[in-house]
Structure formats: structure tokens, C-alpha cells
């Protein structure tokens, strides 16, 4: 089978004939399952899955109405995969911290900086198509809108998260925020997404200037 172009930067694709999201699919759902068996903690498990459930959701019933390319839909199944894996073995808990951990008797769990780091990174591209495409926006204001979504929904995230922490009462903030002792984790938090936007819309950028792509 060869690989087409368009059935990765087409946002017109009908579902039943996009074979590449529906093998995205396809993979997410076997993956999704495996993590769905015995999680660490089934009430962060519940928590971090729900949100992720809603996201999906939006996706799927938009899609007639809007479509993103299967670029930007690989990018969110990446990130999609990185989060579900988190959500199984809480983020404070993951194989990669324990490994860290233990080879370089790190204090801290770093995989959710790692996410954080990677909503930005692999988010920034389907935030500036839809720019593009239903908001026609164009030039710097397209790559500068997409860095601001995302330090938007960073913000929102942590939000989100105090909330979590109050709803559950005593021990909230450990389950929730997870801040390890770090007073500035929040910050840091939205940081790294801001510095995964950058970095994204920046080489974006570049990559287009040096195609002489002026308009995009």
C-alpha cells in the first residue's frame, strides 16, 4: 500500500474513506484497554479519563462540521497515548519516573512535565489549522494565537486540577495537583507547555519561511 499526501494534509477526507485515523483509532482503543486494566489509583484513573473522553467526543462529533488533517490527528494520538498512559499508573507513579528514580535518584516524578512540555508541542498544530481554516487567520497572528491558546488551556488545566483537589477534600492536593514539594510546579507547568508551543510554531515558522510560504 502506498502512502498518499493527501490522506495526511487533506481535512476533507469522508470518515469512511480515512483509513489513517481509522487505524489511529483502531490502535487507541486497543491501547485505552490495556490501560483500563487494574490502573494504580481508579479514582485518577476516572478523573484524568473523563476529561479525555470529553476531548475525544468533541472530536468525533465535529468532525462532519470541521475535520483537522491526519497530521494533527497523529499528533493529539500521540498525546492522547502519553496521557492514557499516565492515567494508569498515575503521573507521580510511571515505569519512566521509577527508572529515573533509580538510576539517577531523582527526587520528583518528571513524566508530567514531560506532558505538559508535550500538550504544547504536539497541540500548537491542530490549534493554528483550525485558526487557518475556520477563523482565517493567517501570518504571524496564526502561529502567535496558537502559542496563546495553549497558555490558555495550560491555565485551565491547573485550574481544573485545584478543583479536583477541593472537590475531593482532605489529601485532594496530593491526588490532584501533585506538586511533590515544589512550590512552583504550576508555573513550571504552564511554562513548558508555553515553551512546547514555541518551539512548535517557531520551527513552523521557519520551515515555511524557507519555503517562502509568506502567507501561511
Not at 48 to 61: G, R
Request: glycine share 6%; with cysteine; net charge positive.
Amino acid at each position: 500500500m502506498t502512502v498518499n499526501q493527501r490522506d495526511w494534509t487533506s481535512n476533507s477526507i469522508p470518515f469512511s474513506k480515512n483509513i489513517p485515523l481509522q487505524s489511529m483509532i483502531f490502535f487507541f482503543l486497543i491501547f485505552f484497554g490495556l490501560m483500563a486494566i487494574h490502573p494504580t489509583n481508579w479514582s485518577q484513573w476516572l478523573g484524568y479519563n473523563l476529561s479525555l473522553l470529553v476531548i475525544i467526543l468533541l472530536l468525533a462529533f465535529t468532525y462532519k462540521k470541521f475535520s483537522f488533517s491526519n497530521f494533527s490527528y497523529l499528533l493529539m494520538f500521540i498525546f492522547f497515548c502519553l496521557h492514557t498512559y499516565a492515567a494508569h499508573y498515575t503521573y507521580e507513579g510511571t515505569p519512566f519516573d521509577l527508572w529515573l528514580k533509580t538510576s539517577f535518584h531523582t527526587k520528583r516524578s518528571y513524566y508530567d512535565r514531560i506532558v505538559h512540555f508535550s500538550f504544547g508541542l504536539f497541540f500548537s498544530f491542530p490549534f493554528l489549522e483550525f485558526l487557518k481554516l475556520k477563523l482565517k487567520l493567517h501570518r504571524i497572528w496564526s502561529y502567535l494565537l496558537s502559542v496563546v491558546v495553549v497558555l490558555s488551556l495550560s491555565a485551565l488545566f491547573e485550574i481544573f486540577e485545584m478543583l479536583g483537589a477541593l472537590v475531593a477534600g482532605p489529601g485532594g492536593e496530593a491526588t490532584f495537583v501533585g506538586m511533590q514539594g515544589d512550590i512552583f510546579d504550576t508555573q513550571k507547568d504552564m511554562a513548558l507547555g508555553l515553551l512546547g508551543s514555541m518551539i512548535s510554531m517557531g520551527t513552523l515558522a521557519w520551515i515555511n519561511r524557507k519555503k517562502g510560504i509568506k502567507n501561511k
